[in-house]
Nanobody
Framework: QVQLVESGGGLVQAGGSLRLSCKAS????????TGWFRQVPGKEREFVAAISWSDDNTYYADSVKGRFTISRDNAKNTVYLEMNSLKPEDTAVYYC???????????????????WGQGTQVTVSS
């Protein structure tokens, strides 16, 4: 079992930065591909970024490429999402998800992920 807890969300002005953290419990997390998704009420969940477990390969949605960086620290059982040059359209609840053994990497639909966190709100003001 893997439990995920996101943190680091908040209110920031456009152009600002935030770093989200996804802290995992469970010894198998180091063998999980991890993804970040976001969702706005009334809209479908949107893929943001993913990182593999085997070689730290990364994959990004076009909308965040060049602005967001996903990374992982297996010693801390944590995956990060560094978000720079934030825009009002980045406002959403951000979720991290873990895909055990990364069988679906890079899954952008969310269907391959076995575990999900509870989400953290990011609000970008204009």
């Amino acid at each position: 079992q893997v439990q995920l807890v996101e943190s680091g969300g908040g209110l920031v002005q456009a152009g600002g930065s935030l770093r989200l953290s996804c802290k995992a419990s469970g010894r198998t997390f180091s063998r999980c591909a991890t993804g970040w998704f976001r969702q706005v009420p009334g809209k479908e969940r949107e893929f943001v970024a993913a990182i593999s477990w085997s070689d730290d390969n990364t994959y990004y949605a076009d909308s965040v490429k060049g602005r967001f960086t996903i990374s992982r620290d297996n010693a801390k059982n944590t995956v990060y999402l560094e978000m720079n040059s934030l825009k009002p359209e980045d406002t959403a609840v951000y979720y991290c998800a873990a895909d055990l053994y990364g069988l679906g990497y890079p899954d952008i639909t969310g269907e391959a992920y076995d575990y999900w966190g509870q989400g953290t709100q990011v609000t970008v003001s204009s």
